[in-house]
């Protein structure tokens, strides 16, 4: 089982930028591909982006293809999702997640292909 632990989520005004990390214990990091999901109110969980074992293949979700980087650390054991040119429609929980995988390339999209979450961490946008 590993353990995730979200950070760097807070209040910014439009335009502007934040970049959040997710820590991860419990198990080797390089040996899970990893995604990072927002949850709005009233809203349903929606995937964000997500990144495989190595860091050298990602995939980000239209809404925020040219905003929003995610990239990893093995060494630190971290993956981080680079948020810029924000808008008040990003404001949600961010949470990010982890998925076995013993291909290199492998990516995941659907929320059901994770096991592990993390608490999540607020972002609130303001206009």
């Known amino acids: 089982q590993v353990q995730l632990v979200e950070s760097g989520g807070g209040l910014v005004q439009a335009g502007g930028s934040l970049r959040l990390s997710c820590e991860v214990s419990?198990?080797?990091?390089?040996?899970?591909?990893m995604g990072w999901f927002r949850q709005a109110p009233g809203k349903e969980r929606e995937f964000v982006a997500t990144?495989?074992?190595?860091?050298?293949?990602?995939y980000v979700a239209d809404s925020v293809k040219g905003r929003f980087t995610i990239s990893r650390d093995n060494g630190k054991n971290t993956v981080y999702l680079q948020m810029s040119i924000l808008k008040p429609e990003d404001t949600a929980v961010y949470y990010c997640?982890?998925?076995?995988?013993?291909?290199?390339?492998?990516?995941?999209?659907?929320?059901?292909?994770?096991?592990?979450w993390g608490q999540g961490t607020q972002v609130t946008v303001s206009s």
């Open positions: 419990g198990r080797t990091f390089s040996n899970y591909v």
């Open positions: 990144i495989n074992r190595n860091g050298d293949n990602t």
């Open positions: 997640a982890a998925r076995y995988s013993r291909y290199t390339y492998d990516l995941a999209q659907l929320a059901t292909l994770y096991a592990s």
